[in-house]
């Protein structure tokens, strides 16, 4: 009787000893998950700003009205035209092919 009551009482130290590291380790884990959201948060702002960045350096078109009226386009948007005009060269140098 008495081996089973020192088991016993081992057995309840070795339990309050595991629950004592399981506490531990999720303290450690919600530090980490704190930080990695901190973390993604700081890396969504970097993707962001550079977005930015990049969006103010795309080159804006210029029209060439004397093409638009070459054209006899009027009216549409120049986007518009720029793809025709893409697509003409497109089909004129399959042509010189």
């Known amino acids: ?9 081992t057995l309840k130290l070795l339990n309050q000893t595991l629950n004592k590291i399981n506490e531990v380790l999720r303290m450690h884990i ?3 998950k ?16 550079m977005e930015s960045k990049i969006k103010q350096q ?12 070459r054209y006899g386009i ?6 518009e035209l720029f793809n025709r005009k893409k697509r003409d060269e497109g089909v004129e140098q399959q042509k010189e092919e």
């Open 1 to 9: 009787m008495m081996d089973i009551c020192a088991e016993n009482e």
């Open 30 to 32: 919600q530090t980490q």
């Open 34 to 49: 704190a930080s990695f959201q901190a973390k993604e948060a700081e890396w969504e702002r970097r993707l962001k700003d």
């Open 58 to 69: 795309i080159p804006t078109v210029v029209v060439d009205w004397t093409e638009v009226q």
């Open 74 to 79: 009027k009216g549409q948007p120049a986007k």
